[in-house]
């Protein structure tokens, strides 16, 4: 009798969950494990976002004693829609993509940044060829009409949406570069590549991208150089769904942003993402430190 209850339960557990499923809303068995599912937007090259959250993803395993995974994406959108379904919970986003994300998950909260995110800046670069010099002022980025032109993604904050606004501010339109329109090279280092082949005579991306390809050597100071740095703004950030304390148990998004907050430098493993994300530490961030961030997209048009 015993084994017979036991089989009916079992059973009615898989119909109950078939049921609910078959309703639009996910419901697990109380035992099952869930797997907490990390990705970001597509900022550099594929082999070197793997190292890092696939690092991340050992790292906060072992942390919060549950299954992690990094989920890829192919582009910037597909992140934002990602988190808005479901099919991630925790995203490395930069300053427009998260507040895109929040505006389509109400209740997803922000976890962490970086000390540089805060005050984050992009650079403008050109090819030694193009006869730019470098600028002390926005005004000189005048220079840039009739030069042919990239951009990083078009939805990154420091490779198109803040560079486009400083251009917009020196009275600079991408119709008055070359071709009529910019070019987008899909990620800051892409930006670097095609500067410095001559594919393009200038472009714009992340001034720590920037700084870490100085550091590995893959920039040619000879064949490209910076124009000038923009003022700081506020870019990337953890960003978790609203719904990880119901599925992983009361309280485990502030477990998740401690285990973030955590990582330190004086620890292997940690030392080595942390190197890979080219910071410190993180710290924690505030939704409202992204306002300026929606404004601008706001006025592009980037965010309706």
């Known amino acids: 009798m015993t084994k017979l209850l036991t089989r009916v339960r079992k059973q009615g557990a898989v119909v109950l969950l078939a049921f609910f499923c078959g309703q639009g809303a996910m419901v697990l068995p109380a035992n099952a494990q869930a797997t907490l599912r990390i990705g970001a937007i597509p900022d550099q090259n594929p082999e070197r976002l793997n190292r890092r959250y696939g690092q991340l993803a050992a790292e906060l395993s072992d942390k919060l004693k549950v299954p992690v995974r990094y989920v890829p994406v192919s582009n910037y959108p597909a992140a934002v829609s990602a988190f808005r379904t479901g099919s991630l919970d925790l995203v490395w986003f930069g300053g427009l993509t998260g507040i895109q994300a929040r505006l389509q998950t109400p209740g997803a909260k922000v976890l962490a940044q970086r000390a540089i995110d805060a005050k984050f800046n992009s650079v403008f670069i050109a090819n030694s060829s193009a006869g730019l010099q470098p600028i002390s002022s926005i005004d000189g980025l005048k220079g840039l009409k ?159």
């Open 146 to 304: 009739g030069k042919r032109f990239t951009f990083g993604s078009e939805s990154s904050t420091s490779g198109r949406l803040m560079p486009q606004y400083f251009l917009a501010q020196a009275g600079v339109t991408p119709k008055q570069l070359a071709g009529g329109q910019a070019g987008f090279s899909g990620s800051h280092d892409a930006t670097i590549a095609l500067v410095q082949s001559g594919s393009y005579q200038a472009g714009a991306l992340s001034q720590p991208v920037w700084n870490v390809a100085i550091k590995n050597g893959t920039v040619d100071p000879n064949k490209v150089k910076v124009l000038w740095t923009t003022p700081s703004f506020g870019n990337y950030h953890w960003l978790a769904r609203p719904n990880l304390d119901q599925r992983f148990g009361k309280g485990f998004t502030t477990k998740l942003q401690k285990a973030i907050l955590a990582l330190t430098p004086t620890i292997k493993r940690q030392k080595t993402i942390l190197e890979l994300f080219a910071a410190k530490r993180f710290i924690p961030a505030q939704e409202s430190a992204y306002q300026p961030i929606e404004q601008v997209g706001r006025q592009l048009g980037k965010i309706r």
